[in-house]
Structures are given as C-alpha cells and as structure tokens.
C-alpha cells in the first residue's frame, strides 16, 4: 500500500518505490486530527485586522467643554467621550485578539503522516527521480504537467524539494496551479489543497525532520 511511482522529468514512470511504512504507509487514518491540525495552522496565520480607538486615542483636547456647574446643559468631562461625534468606541473590536493555538508535535506529527498515508492510497502522490533545467516558470510548468498527466494527477502541484533552490522556487512562483516548498517545511494545508510531487532525494529529508530519532 505504501509504494509510489517514480517518474522522470519527461513524464516516463521508471519504477516504484517502497516508502517508509511508518511515515507513508499508516493503517488507522484519523480524520478528527486532521481537522485539528488544519484548525491550528488556520488560526496562527490569522491576524486581527479590525480596530477601533478608544477615548485615550482618539484625537481631541483634553479641555472641559464648560464649566461643570451653572450652563444649563448636562455635565460633560472630555470631547473625546464615547456619546460625542468623533469620541471613542466603547467596547469596540480591537487588534490584540490573539487567535492562535497549539498543537503538540507528536499530533502534528500524526496528523501530517495521516494526509501523506492517505495520499498514497488514493495515488495522489508521485516521486520525481530528478530535476534539472527547470529555471524558468514554462520549463517547471511543462514537467509537472507532463508528470501529472501520466500518473493522473488533478491540475494542482505541490513540488516539494530536499533544499533551497533559488531558480526552482523563482520558477515555482509564477504559477498559479503549483508551489513549491522544502521537504522540511510540509504543513498539513498545502497538502490538502494539492496533488504532491516529491524529489526522491527530498524523502531523506522528510524522515530525518518528522521521525523521532
């Protein structure tokens, strides 16, 4: 269950390859960590952007209006009092709002070999054996393209690659169907929203960063 193909840069399958049981290959498939992962890694991206001034930020003088006593009118202490124009908000949205959360590594962990798992039972993940000459976006576009076509992928790509490549990940970001990112940083997110093409010499990588050593 845990075997990929293996494709060159023309698209050619020229093998399978037995992946590590143990990342690729899990037998009990939780879908509620899933959930939570993809909930904590939505949440810590998210930022408050809604703020409102309250009556110690808003422009305005700290003068009293008239005197406390003897106008006729009720007694008011500040311009910026939140019942006047132009006042302060009181009780309004504010940026501090902390919406992040935590997930513990091993969850994570299990979370991420879950998708991986399940990708592979669904044949939605293929290795690459190689890449080479794919500086520019049409070069890069043409070989997941191809790639994709033979193993029946869906029109998204997610490339994952063993180390900083700066001409791939420039090529990478011209395209609005595929991204690319180091086999270090997968996330749960990415995963779910494209077909996965691993390098091979990436799989090293994956199991030294998310296997407990």
Do not use: C
């Not at 020229?14 to 690729?24: A, E, H, M, Q, T």
């Not at 949440?43 to 209006?65: D, F, L, M, Q, Y």
């Not at 005197?67 to 006729?72: C, P, V």
């Not at 009092?81 to 935590?102: A, Q």
Request: charged share 30%; proline share 2%; no cysteine.
């Amino acid at each position: 269950m845990n075997k990929a193909a293996v494709y060159n840069q023309s698209g050619e399958k020229v093998s399978d390859l037995d992946l590590n049981p143990k990342i690729f290959g899990l037998e009990e498939l939780d879908a509620n960590l899933v959930w939570a992962a993809v909930r904590t890694q939505r949440n810590n991206a998210r930022r408050s952007i809604a703020h409102t001034k309250t009556r110690g930020e808003v422009a305005g003088t700290g003068k009293k209006p008239w005197k406390q006593k003897g106008t006729g009118r009720a007694r008011a202490g500040s311009f910026r009092s939140p019942l006047w124009r132009h006042g302060g908000i009181t009780f309004g949205p504010r940026n501090e709002v902390d919406w992040s959360l935590k997930m513990n590594r091993s969850a994570f962990r299990k979370a991420l070999f879950t998708v991986l798992s399940d990708k592979i039972r669904d044949k939605k993940l293929v290795i690459v054996d190689k890449l080479e000459n794919v500086a520019k976006s049409k070069e890069l576009s043409g070989m997941l393209t191809r790639v994709a076509d033979r193993a029946g992928l869906g029109k998204k790509f997610l490339l994952v690659i063993p180390t900083a490549n700066r001409e791939v990940e420039r090529a990478g970001r011209n395209l609005s169907n595929a991204k690319v990112i180091l086999a270090n940083q997968l996330n749960i997110l990415d995963l779910l929203k494209y077909d996965s093409i691993i390098m091979k010499d990436a799989l090293d990588i994956i199991e030294k960063t998310y296997l407990k050593t």
